[in-house]
Nanobody
Framework: QIHVVESGGGLVQAGGSLRLSCATP????????MGWFRQAPGKEREFVAA????????DYLNSVKDRFTIFRDNDENTVHLQMNSLKAEDTAVYYC????????????????????WGQGTQVTVSS
């Protein structure tokens, strides 16, 4: 079991930016694919972004692809989600997920693709 820990959530005004970080402390697998999901109040959890082990392959939810960037620092075994031009509809609990392999086998937007999950970090965007 890989321990997944998110950080960086908070309150921001619409149009502002936040950077979320995800670490897997104690993991010996520094080459796993990683993803971000979010769940807004009263809604299903939805896929936001994913990145493979090399950082060269990424995938995004259409509504965020021009505003969010996922990237990783393998030296630090950390994945980040840079969120710019935030909107009120981005308000949600954001969850980081880790796979057991370097790439997602299946659709990255399906929760079953990901084996390990963090507890989530709240992002609130005020309008």
């Amino acid at each position: 079991q890989i321990h997944v820990v998110e950080s960086g959530g908070g309150l921001v005004q619409a149009g502002g930016s936040l950077r979320l970080s995800c670490a897997t402390p104690g993991s010996t697998n520094v080459r796993s694919a990683m993803g971000w999901f979010r769940q807004a109040p009263g809604k299903e959890r939805e896929f936001v972004a994913a990145i493979d082990w090399s950082g060269e392959k990424t995938d995004y939810l259409n509504s965020v692809k021009d505003r969010f960037t996922i990237f990783r620092d393998n030296d630090e075994n950390t994945v980040h989600l840079q969120m710019n031009s935030l909107k009120a509809e981005d308000t949600a609990v954001y969850y980081c997920a880790a796979g057991d392999y370097g790439y997602w086998y299946g659709s990255p937007n399906l929760e079953g693709t990901w084996a390990h999950w963090g507890q989530g970090t709240q992002v609130t965007v005020s309008s």
